[in-house]
């Protein structure tokens, strides 16, 4: 009796260990919720670099905010209710260092898509979130205990171009 029942709980964890590889060969990344929780925390942003660019063209502004060099060494504080804020401490000839602009962000998975989007929309004073319907979507590339990554389609010409968002841990 004792030896079936052992061997019942060795055939069970063997078909919870097959079920569960067979589960992940199908996602092709993490889930939404996964990378939620990756995402949430406080974050310092390092650089922003182009990908793709062709030669001479630029960006003038980002997130219809202020120009890219603004934004490097901004913090952005996401917390795990969706709200969230950007600070900025660069102190430039556009850039309003100290000044915080408050979003509300949330992670976008289409349905049948392995790939996830942080999605953010920027929330002005005496605005509700749920009534804020233009936002910005940045392609999710790693996030882990350390570094943060997107990748954000600018269009350039007749083309597409990236910004890549290097993110640290604070």
Known sequence: MKR???LFGIMALIALFF???TAQQGSGGPSAS???NGVKGQWTLNSVEKEGFPTGASVKTIFEEAPIDCFIGSTWDLTGSGKGSI???NAGELCAPGAVRDIFWSIFQAEGSSSSQFQFKKIMPGDRAKDVTAGFRLDLLSANDSGLVMRM???VGNT???LVFNFSRN
Do not use: H, N
Request: hydrophobic share 40%; proline share 6%; with cysteine.
């Open 153 to 155: 389609p600018v269009d």
């Open 160 to 162: 597409t171009a990236y």
């Open 4 to 6: 079936s029942i052992q």
């Open 87 to 89: 600070t900025f401490s």
């Open 34 to 36: 996964a990378w939620r």
């Open 19 to 21: 079920g569960a590889c």
